[in-house]
């Protein structure tokens, strides 16, 4: 069993910056690959960023790449999402996700075995 739970969230202006944290329990957590994704009101779940178990592999979609940097710290059993120039459309509950047996998993969120309970981001105009 792995625990997640995220924190960090909150109420930015536009073009403010967040830092949202990912700790993780209960597996080796070098072992884990990792990724953030988030869910708006209304719409699908969508990825924002992956990471593998060395942090040499990462990846990100067009709508946050040059904006987010996902980070890890395996001696903190962390993953970090740095999320720079928010904008209204970043607005989603976020969630952090760990795939068993992976060095990296990507963005296909069925290739994650646990999920986080999500922390709230909300962008102003």
């Known amino acids: 069993q792995v625990q997640l739970v995220e924190s960090g969230g909150g109420l930015v202006q536009a073009g403010g910056s967040l830092r949202l944290s990912c700790a993780a329990s209960?597996?080796?957590?070098?072992?884990?690959?990792l990724a953030w994704f988030r869910q708006a009101p209304g719409k699908e779940r969508e990825f924002v960023a992956a990471i593998s178990w060395s942090g040499g592999s990462r990846d990100y979609p067009d709508s946050v790449k040059g904006r987010f940097t996902i980070s890890r710290d395996n001696a903190k059993n962390t993953v970090y999402l740095q999320m720079n120039s928010l904008k209204p459309e970043d607005t989603a509950v976020y969630f952090c996700?760990?795939?068993?047996?992976?060095?990296?998993?990507?963005?296909?969120?069925?290739?994650?075995?646990?999920w986080g309970q999500g922390t709230q981001v909300t962008v102003s105009s």
């Open positions: 996700a760990a795939a068993l047996g992976r060095y990296y998993a990507g963005g296909d969120s069925g290739a994650y075995d646990y």
């Open positions: 209960g597996r080796t957590f070098s072992t884990l690959a």
